[in-house]
């Protein structure tokens, strides 16, 4: 029993850092239905950022240099994130739902997804970057964010007037927009505050994990993403569970020897979950979206 | 261009306008692309004497077959499949493994090169047996795998076929890829726990894991002496399928089930009413999609001059974009626009191909990365592909031909007035 409890303990460690990407999938398909494919890309660009912080600042306090870090990238995917909304998303909303119109955003998410990861591969090389070692203890640190930043999503969406335009824009977009709410400007800012907080994981990830590289985002990403579609995409509860549960599959799978890739058995709970509970374990019709 | 292939190109064009009043239009030009494809296999080695030409020409007609299967999905049933080389993998595998069998069964050896001697006439009447069992395998496989994926991600919202075939190419491509048996022949401590090769659920995981670890993991299927698998699949084969799937797929869009198709696509609640069937439908669109990918993907395994080892890496996620972007760029619904996205995505690829291994790049890109940036022509190609398309989507949603058939606006015009 006791061989259990590590891989149990690393599990909810790596699924809290998944849970935070899960929320940037989660929070724009909230607001647009739409699954942002390019999130998993702002994450690797998250973590070169980051990186690039670090560097800078490597002569500084390791908590001082990291909470630098941290602001730095989160602020520079916020910007990403803001733009891709901008070119790759915004141009389609408003056209009506006809005919071939209704795939045109999944086309263009999965181009952003595609251009962002290449302009990473000819900007920062294929090669793979090691992070420095800061922390000798980097859970309590994940724990802590994770924690901390679902606590103060949960206040935002609930108590704020901003949360109060997301959650209309997300149940009727139409009459968000007729009520007064700036709708392009709610979308751009969950846009940002979604890209932010895959900055946060992609240094939380990278100062536990190691390395930062171009297709980074595949692998971590696709894991994320499948978290939220597994908690139930769209509510910020479900990216958390769904998260904590994939972490810990991830970790049971390798602690029951298996030799294949992780990602075999995260796609097979995918595709099982959708099979049978297609919105999640935490989403349902009449579930209030965020 | 060879003469050969312009000659299928301008038979096609002088044919298709008669077939539209002539009701054997079909049947002449089956006998024609048949003709054309055995003067092609015969003529094709002498007047092209470099492989790589011979292979950029037969990977268009492959790549012709994956888009026109795609655009099925994707275009006319209005569907977004992300995970077609997952249907290429199951295919290409089969296929290999099939041929690689039956040489076996035919003596084995190498296969002759192309001149006319009499073995190579021996081996060629051969592929008549062998290379139709393997493709009509490869994408039998193919078509199962896709009734299994499609019966219950269509009666979802779209986006969720999106996933659940990503997610299926994926967990496909892993698999093959990083299958590894460890004591007692089982794939982790858990199988192993349940009993192995001799316990209750054991024999199920055993078989299924030897098999998918004979496959040769990450390094890809060489037949099973490693010597590669043996291509049967000369240019007769190769130009006389992909003009077989154009004629299907040109059918299959002007029927009376595409037409069906196509008003689900636009209309889901309305064609209901009308009484076509909404899952039915996509579901049927979805295993000839899959059929078709199957099928490309078991031309492309078996193609002379082709790569005789099947790898993994040959279906990861850049595949399937491409596919999506051949399908997209000519005109999702357009049959010849499919074509023609083929085309253009092939040759780009190849010669990007041919442009990063010259001396000029090369230098250039050592001399780029001292200051920390790469030259990856290909990655440069991704992100040209990827802006082309945001900004198609965003300026020009239906592609570049949208639903029009280029050369053939006579028939688009007389098939559109007709009553449906």
Same mark, same amino acid.
């Given at each position: 029993?006791?061989?259990?409890?590590?891989?149990?303990?690393?599990?909810?460690?790596?699924?809290?850092?998944?849970?935070?990407?899960?929320?940037?999938?989660?929070?724009?398909?909230?607001?647009?239905?739409?699954?942002?494919?390019?999130?998993?890309?702002?994450?690797?660009?998250?973590?070169?950022?980051?990186?690039?912080?670090?560097?800078?600042?490597?002569?500084?306090?390791?908590?001082?240099?990291?909470?630098?870090?941290?602001?730095?990238?989160?602020?520079?995917?916020?910007?990403?994130?803001?733009?891709?909304?901008?070119?790759?998303?915004?141009?389609?909303?408003?056209?009506?739902?006809?005919?071939?119109?209704?795939?045109?955003?999944?086309?263009?998410?999965?181009?952003?997804?595609?251009?962002?990861?290449?302009?990473?591969?000819?900007?920062?090389?294929?090669?793979?970057?090691?992070?420095?070692?800061? =922390?000798?203890?980097?859970?309590?640190?994940?724990?802590?964010?994770?924690?901390? &930043?679902? %606590? +103060?999503?949960? @206040? $935002?969406?609930?108590?704020?007037?901003?949360?109060?335009?997301?959650?209309?824009?997300?149940?009727?977009?139409?009459?968000?927009?007729?009520?007064?709410?700036?709708?392009?400007?709610?979308?751009?800012?969950?846009?940002?505050?979604?890209?932010?907080?895959?900055?946060?994981?992609?240094?939380?990830?990278?100062?536990?994990?190691?390395?930062?590289?171009?297709?980074?985002?595949?692998?971590?990403?696709?894991?994320?993403?499948?978290?939220?579609?597994?908690?139930?995409?769209?509510?910020?509860?479900?990216?958390?569970?769904?998260?904590?549960?994939?972490?810990?599959?991830?970790?049971?799978?390798? =602690?029951?020897?298996?030799?294949?890739?992780?990602?075999?058995?995260?796609?097979? &709970?995918? %595709? +099982?979950?959708? @099979? $049978?509970?297609?919105?999640?374990?935490?989403?349902?019709?009449?579930?209030?979206?965020? | 261009?060879?003469?050969?292939?312009?000659?299928?190109?301008?038979?096609?064009?002088?044919?298709?306008?008669?077939?539209?009043?002539?009701?054997?239009?079909?049947?002449?030009?089956?006998?024609?692309?048949?003709?054309?494809?055995?003067?092609?296999?015969?003529?094709?080695?002498?007047?092209?004497?470099?492989?790589?030409?011979?292979?950029?020409?037969?990977?268009?007609?492959?790549?012709?077959?994956?888009?026109?299967?795609?655009?099925?999905?994707?275009?006319?049933?209005?569907?977004?499949?992300?995970?077609?080389?997952?249907?290429?993998?199951?295919?290409?595998?089969?296929?290999?493994?099939?041929?690689?069998?039956?040489?076996?069964?035919?003596?084995?050896?190498?296969?002759?090169?192309?001149?006319?001697?009499?073995?190579?006439?021996?081996?060629?009447?051969?592929?008549?047996?062998?290379?139709?069992?393997?493709?009509?395998?490869?994408?039998?496989?193919?078509?199962?795998?896709?009734?299994?994926?499609?019966?219950?991600?269509?009666?979802?919202?779209?986006?969720?076929?999106?996933?659940?075939?990503?997610?299926?190419?994926?967990?496909?491509?892993?698999?093959?890829?990083?299958?590894?048996?460890?004591?007692?022949?089982?794939?982790?401590?858990?199988?192993?726990?349940?009993?192995?090769?001799?316990?209750?659920?054991?024999?199920?995981?055993?078989?299924?894991?030897?098999?998918?670890?004979?496959?040769?993991?990450?390094?890809?299927?060489?037949?099973?002496?490693?010597?590669?698998?043996?291509?049967?699949?000369?240019?007769?084969?190769?130009?006389?399928?992909?003009?077989?799937?154009?004629?299907?797929?040109?059918?299959?869009?002007?029927?009376?089930?595409?037409?069906?198709?196509?008003?689900?696509?636009?209309?889901?609640?309305?064609?209901?009413?009308?009484?076509?069937?909404?899952?039915?439908?996509?579901?049927?669109?979805?295993?000839?999609?899959?059929?078709?990918?199957?099928?490309?993907?078991?031309?492309?395994?078996?193609?002379?001059?082709?790569?005789?080892?099947?790898?993994?890496?040959?279906?990861?996620?850049?595949?399937?974009?491409?596919?999506?972007?051949?399908?997209?760029?000519?005109?999702?619904?357009?049959?010849?626009?499919?074509?023609?996205?083929?085309?253009?995505?092939?040759?780009?690829?190849?010669?990007?191909?041919?442009?990063?291994?010259?001396?000029?790049?090369?230098?250039?890109?050592?001399?780029?990365?001292?200051?920390?940036?790469?030259?990856?022509?290909?990655?440069?190609?991704?992100?040209?592909?990827?802006?082309?398309?945001?900004?198609?989507?965003?300026?020009?949603?239906?592609?570049?031909?949208?639903?029009?058939?280029?050369?053939?606006?006579?028939?688009?015009?007389?098939?559109?007035?007709?009553?449906?």
């Amino acid at each position: 029993m006791n061989g259990i409890l590590a891989p149990l303990v690393t599990g909810i460690a790596q699924g809290s850092m998944i849970a935070l990407i899960a929320l940037g999938y989660s929070m724009v398909y909230g607001v647009l239905k739409l699954i942002n494919f390019a999130h998993s890309e702002i994450f690797m660009m998250g973590s070169f950022f980051g990186l690039f912080a670090l560097q800078h600042f490597a002569g500084l306090n390791p908590v001082l240099a990291t909470a630098l870090a941290m602001i730095l990238a989160m602020f520079g995917t916020s910007l990403l994130g803001i733009t891709v909304e901008r070119f790759a998303y915004r141009p389609l909303r408003g056209r009506g739902k006809s005919s071939l119109l209704r795939i045109t955003p999944l086309v263009t998410a999965l181009g952003a997804s595609v251009f962002l990861q290449n302009l990473a591969q000819l900007l920062f090389t294929a090669r793979q970057r090691p992070y420095p070692r800061l =922390f000798a203890q980097t859970r309590p640190l994940i724990f802590a964010t994770a924690v901390v &930043v679902m %606590i +103060a999503l949960e @206040l $935002v969406v609930k108590r704020t007037w901003f949360g109060k335009a997301m959650r209309a824009l997300s149940t009727n977009e139409e009459a968000a927009r007729l009520m007064g709410i700036r709708t392009s400007r709610v979308i751009g800012i969950t846009f940002a505050i979604g890209s932010s907080l895959a900055a946060l994981g992609a240094i939380l990830y990278c100062l536990d994990q190691g390395d930062a590289y171009p297709t980074m985002g595949v692998g971590i990403g696709t894991r994320a993403f499948v978290a939220a579609v597994l908690g139930g995409i769209g509510s910020i509860p479900g990216a958390m569970l769904g998260g904590l549960l994939l972490g810990v599959l991830g970790e049971l799978v390798k =602690f029951s020897g298996f030799e294949g890739s992780v990602d075999i058995p995260v796609f097979i &709970v995918l %595709i +099982a979950v959708l @099979l $049978v509970r297609p919105a999640g374990l935490l989403g349902s019709t009449r579930a209030e979206k965020v | 261009m060879d003469s050969a292939k312009q000659a299928d190109e301008s038979k096609k064009g002088h044919e298709k306008p008669r077939s539209a009043k002539d009701r054997f239009g079909g049947a002449i030009f089956v006998v024609g692309s048949l003709l054309v494809a055995l003067v092609a296999e015969f003529l094709l080695p002498r007047l092209i004497e470099d492989s790589s030409v011979r292979n950029i020409l037969m990977t268009i007609c492959c790549n012709a077959v994956v888009a026109l299967s795609l655009n099925v999905i994707n275009g006319m049933a209005g569907q977004f499949s992300i995970g077609h080389a997952g249907f290429m993998a199951l295919g290409a595998y089969t296929a290999a493994l099939i041929v690689s069998a039956m040489h076996t069964s035919f003596g084995g050896g190498t296969l002759p090169p192309t001149s006319f001697d009499h073995d190579y006439l021996v081996a060629f009447g051969h592929s008549f047996a062998i290379v139709p069992v393997a493709l009509l395998a490869g994408a039998l496989v193919a078509a199962l795998f896709g009734l299994l994926v499609g019966l219950p991600s269509l009666r979802l919202r779209g986006d969720y076929l999106a996933i659940v075939t990503l997610g299926f190419a994926e967990i496909l491509r892993l698999s093959v890829a990083t299958t590894r048996l460890g004591n007692d022949e089982t794939v982790g401590e858990a199988v192993h726990a349940i009993g192995g090769p001799n316990g209750f659920f054991g024999p199920v995981f055993h078989v299924g894991s030897v098999f998918l670890s004979s496959l040769g993991g990450k390094k890809g299927y060489s037949g099973p002496d490693g010597a590669g698998v043996p291509l049967y699949a000369g240019p007769f084969w190769v130009i006389f399928i992909t003009a077989l799937v154009a004629l299907v797929a040109w059918r299959l869009k002007f029927s009376g089930w595409g037409r069906a198709l196509r008003a689900l696509r636009e209309d889901e609640i309305a064609s209901e009413a009308v009484g076509v069937d909404p899952t039915r439908y996509k579901v049927t669109s979805f295993v000839i999609s899959a059929f078709g990918g199957g099928l490309a993907g078991a031309l492309y395994a078996i193609m002379r001059d082709g790569n005789p080892v099947v790898q993994p890496d040959s279906f990861t996620f850049q595949t399937s974009f491409d596919a999506i972007t051949m399908v997209i760029i000519g005109g999702s619904g357009s049959v010849t626009g499919a074509i023609l996205g083929a085309v253009f995505v092939t040759v780009t690829v190849k010669l990007i191909e041919l442009v990063q291994h010259a001396d000029v790049v090369q230098n250039l890109s050592s001399s780029l990365e001292a200051h920390g940036f790469s030259l990856d022509l290909n990655a440069l190609r991704m992100m040209i592909y990827a802006g082309v398309i945001i900004a198609l989507m965003v300026l020009r949603p239906e592609g570049v031909f949208g639903e029009r058939e280029p050369f053939f606006k006579k028939r688009m015009r007389t098939r559109e007035g007709a009553p449906a």
